[in-house]
């Protein structure tokens, strides 16, 4: 008899990279002797929706691409880290 107690429901929707960024007024950097100034903020893995128990990956597999079972102990393994979130600020400044 089949068993279906490890399967799970890999559905998913993720925003993997998102950023928002502000460019200043010419009128403002033309004072400051600068052709342009942008400040940025930049994300990614931001937010994941899904069913899957315990923080696991969705796009992660026990498999590797040959869909070979020796690679149960493989780093891609979506039971060994969540997905780490990333927060970065930024500065372009165009002399």
């Known amino acids: 008899m089949n068993s279906t107690f490890w399967l799970e429901n890999a559905a998913y929707a993720r925003l993997k990279n998102a950023q928002l960024g502000y460019t200043l007024p010419a009128s403002l950097t033309k004072q400051a002797k600068l052709q342009k ?16 128990k315990n ?24 039971r060994i880290y969540p997905v780490q979130k990333v927060w970065a600020v930024g500065l372009d400044i165009n002399f």
């Open 37 to 52: 100034v942008r400040v940025y903020v930049t994300g990614q893995n931001l937010l994941t929706l899904t069913s899957m």
């Open 55 to 78: 923080g696991m990956d969705p796009e992660l597999t026990e498999f590797n691409s040959t869909l070979n079972l020796n690679a149960l102990s493989s780093a891609t393994s979506g």
